[in-house]
């Protein structure tokens, strides 16, 4: 989970630019899930049952850490069974560096991928029709 308190970016001429952790969390989720060969993201309790309820939670399995100046962003992840894992988890960091950059020109200093479980659901074998 982010600090709750928000990065704030250059100021302007016209005021200052804040963007809470918690976008920050979003765009890290999202950017992750995008990528081929994630099964889904891990999550704790309190996602799983807002889920269950028909609330999507973005910034599942995404934490955020803006101390001491830096973006360190965690990522938790299930792949697929079959991926290559240091493929699928240097293009989550690739997407989620990319996203963050196009959407709020923030440059991040550490993407950590966690992979936390292997899903096999997605290799189960067609039915043989008779």
Known sequence: MAENNPLE???EGLGKIEIAPEVIEV????AASEVKGVATM??????GVAERLGKKSHSKGV???????QIII???CVLNF?????KVAKEIQENIRQALLN???????????????????S???PAVEE
């Open 123 to 125: 290799q189960k074998e």
């Open 74 to 76: 965690d990522v938790y």
């Open 63 to 69: 934490r955020v850490d803006l101390s001491n100046n």
């Open 42 to 47: 891990r999550g704790n309790f309190a996602t």
């Open 82 to 86: 079959g991926v290559s894992i240091p």
């Open 27 to 30: 765009i890290a989720g999202i």
């Open 103 to 121: 959407m709020t020109g923030l440059e991040t200093d550490e993407i950590n991928v966690h992979i936390v479980n292997i899903n096999f659901e």
């Open 9 to 11: 970016m250059v100021k």
